[in-house]
């Protein structure tokens, strides 16, 4: 599906997961996709029962952040003078920012991430982008979550790795109804957990599935990634039993992507704490929240969002504190985007390209990777890249995920070492 042209400085306050499905050429049929995988909080919690994850296993929080994170707000160059001189009102004062060093500090709402940083559970990568930076929210996230920067593809980097890995939907669980991109294979999918969901598909629904999820020869590459979907669905209820409701309540209106509801990001990572300490036999776990296109009073607005990202990872931490699974579990963040050097007139920052992101855990050698990109060597105003994105997954995929990742990447960069 083409996408239409798009302002890349044009604000998109209301940009969720939703709206990036909606628009995403690798996911047209987001509204077939929301119920093609999905499962009930019982259902999982009966799997951890009879085919727990195996104790040791390595597990992934894949955590996006929607809207362009804005990483020079968020991982400071505070001693640099070019960084005020780009922001003289939107520049965090030496004084006000989280100290890593004598030249970085982090945003003063990250002070849980701070504290894992003293204890050396943090890695910072720096500049992390990927070859001929889009500036649109919906084609960079659309890079990011198939890792495929050359050209479109139609599916996800943890959709391969679930191709190279067996067909149980169960070994990645996106917590929201609306399956991303990233967890679509070619011939397996995720498993998407609404978390207030309370009735599942009885009688004529369920052979609905059945019929949806049967191949087609003349299908096209993107129906037959909705037809996998909608089989994987067929699999897990065969496999799983019948369909029960959850034990969370009903579901408010809105999307996982954010807001003030039941799939907002400290209700999806108490979901995925459940999930753990229930030996559910997932890997990779997929959560979200947006709110980061700050082209406006960004000050403020980033810093709050921030605040609540730092503290729903630190009631998760807290979750599974003393747990033995507790040292198994690493959360990677990313955005699809930093921003522009230059602050706007609106005490905001545009569409940039490079940024930084967190790998974190017990499983984690704590430092920065990757150089620092220069305030002052640019690209028409934006960060150089001194990172390609695919040796941050390279990493995860063999180092974590223990898979080759040649099967799943087209180009594997020299790993960055953030793993211990």
């Known amino acids: 599906m083409a996408l239409p042209p798009l302002n890349p400085d044009k604000p998109m306050d209301g940009l969720t997961r939703r709206s990036f499905l909606k628009a995403s050429g690798v996911a047209g049929a987001a509204a077939l996709l929301a119920g093609g995988a999905a499962v009930t909080y019982r259902e999982v919690m009966d799997r951890g029962a009879a085919t727990p994850l195996p104790q040791g296993s390595p597990i992934l929080v894949l955590l996006t952040m929607y809207g362009g994170n804005d990483s020079l707000n968020t991982v400071i160059p505070y001693a640099d003078a070019a960084y005020h001189d780009a922001r003289p009102e939107l520049a965090y004062r030496p004084e006000e920012v989280l100290r890593l060093d004598d030249a970085m500090g982090l945003n003063p709402g990250l002070k849980g991430v701070e504290q894992l940083w003293r204890q050396k559970k943090v890695a910072i990568v720096r500049g992390v982008g990927y070859p001929r930076p889009d500036r649109s929210h919906f084609r960079s996230m659309d890079i990011w979550q198939t890792a495929s920067p050359e050209r479109p593809v139609t599916s996800g980097w943890i959709g391969r790795w679930l191709d190279a890995n067996g067909d149980d939907p169960l070994r990645a669980l996106n917590i929201g109804e609306v399956l991303p991109p990233v967890g679509v294979g070619t011939r397996a999918t995720a498993a998407a957990l609404s978390i207030g969901e309370r009735n599942g598909r009885t009688g004529g629904a369920a052979g ?213």
């Open 208 to 420: 609905a599935l059945a019929a949806f999820g049967a191949a087609d020869p003349a299908d096209g590459p993107a129906v037959r990634m909705v037809r996998a979907s909608y089989a994987a669905q067929v699999h897990c209820e065969r496999t799983l039993g019948g369909v029960v409701g959850s034990e969370r309540g009903e579901e408010q209106e809105g999307d996982s992507g954010g807001g003030a509801n039941r799939n907002a990001l400290p209700d999806q990572l108490d979901m995925v704490a459940r999930c753990i300490k229930a030996d559910v036999p997932t890997t990779v776990y997929l959560v979200s929240v947006s709110g980061f296109d700050t082209h406006a009073r960004e000050k403020d607005a980033q810093t709050g969002r921030l605040t609540d990202v730092d503290k729903a990872l630190t009631a998760f931490r807290s979750a599974l504190a003393g747990h033995p699974r507790e040292k198994d579990v690493v959360v990677t963040a990313y955005s699809e985007f930093g921003r522009r050097v230059k602050a706007n007139a609106s005490d905001g920052t545009d569409h940039g390209t490079a940024g930084a992101l967190f790998v974190m855990g017990d499983r984690v050698k704590g430092g920065c990777y990757g150089e620092q990109p220069s305030l002052t060597d640019l690209d028409d105003g934006d960060l150089k890249s001194t990172t390609d994105f695919r040796g941050v997954y390279g990493e995860l995929l063999h180092g974590l995920l223990r898979t080759d990742p040649a099967r799943v990447l087209d180009r594997v960069p020299e790993p960055l070492g953030f793993l211990v």
